[in-house]
T-cell receptor, first 118, second 111 residues
Framework: GAVVSQHPSWVICKSGTSVKIECRSL??????MFWYRQFPKQSLMLMATSNEGSKATYEQGVEKDKFLINHASLTLSTLTVTSAHPEDSSFYIC??????????????FGQGTRLTVV | DAKTTQPTSMDCAEGRAANLPCNHS???????VYWYRQIHSQGPQYIIHGLKNNETNEMASLIITEDRKSSTLILPHATLRDTAVYYC????????????FGKGITLSVRP
């Protein structure tokens, strides 16, 4: 099956610093990637949709200047949490749309990144 | 996107079939039914999807009613590793089509 890799799996950072999370589709090209956030005991909440080579589309209520998304290639998207605060502590998950052989429209998920801001 | 409703939780015995129901009464003709599951502290895992015909793969079977207003995910021989939150989602096909997660159903497989 299609493999999506996120890095890092977990990160602890100090309040006020920025953190970058990478999402890679390892065996397929993904023109679209989604970024989600999940708080404890809650479901996944879509943050933004990114398309390769264009600006991300953010969901209502998500600050685009705080959560910077770059989708520079068909296999890599990054999410940067800028000036992180404790309330940004969460489980961040990416999803890449595609599949081996190209042309797929299924969404495959990374393993998630646990961010803790202290 | 059409919404789905699922029971909050269910359990089944190891080795038995687990039948997970989902209602999607407002589904439109071009929306697919997708199932994902999430094991604790991991990203969701794709299971199966279908439009109107029943589907089967190595993980599960998906039974969609003729009116497409509900469906059932069947895990034929549940194992302890199948304990997870299962999400039923309706989604348009297309790369930019969003996957909107509800609360899902927590399946507990007991020994």
């Amino acid at each position: 099956g299609a493999v999506v890799s996120q890095h890092p799996s977990w990160v602890i950072c100090k309040s006020g610093t920025s953190v970058k999370i990478e999402c890679r589709s390892l065996d397929f090209q993904a023109t679209t990637m989604f970024w989600y956030r999940q708080f404890p005991k809650q479901s996944l909440m879509l943050m933004a949709t990114s398309n390769e080579g264009s600006k991300a589309t953010y969901e209502q209520g998500v600050e685009k200047d705080k959560f910077l998304i770059n989708h520079a290639s068909l296999t890599l998207s990054t999410l940067t949490v800028t000036s992180a605060h404790p309330e940004d502590s969460s489980f961040y998950i990416c999803s890449a749309v595609g599949g081996p052989g190209g042309g797929g429209t299924e969404a495959f998920f990374g393993q998630g990144t646990r961010l803790t801001v202290v | 996107d059409a919404k789905t409703t699922q029971p909050t939780s269910m359990d089944c015995a190891e080795g038995r079939a687990a039948n997970l129901p989902c209602n999607h009464s407002t589904i439109s003709g071009n929306e697919y039914v997708y199932w994902y599951r999430q094991i604790h502290s991991q990203g969701p895992q794709y299971i199966i999807h279908g439009l109107k015909n029943n589907e089967t793969n190595e993980m599960a079977s998906l039974i969609i009613t003729e009116d497409r207003k509900s469906s059932t995910l069947i895990l034929p021989h549940a194992t302890l590793r199948d304990t997870a939150v299962y999400y039923c989602i309706v989604r348009l096909t297309g790369a930019n089509s969003k996957l909107t997660f509800g609360k899902g159903i927590t399946l507990s497989v007991r020994p």
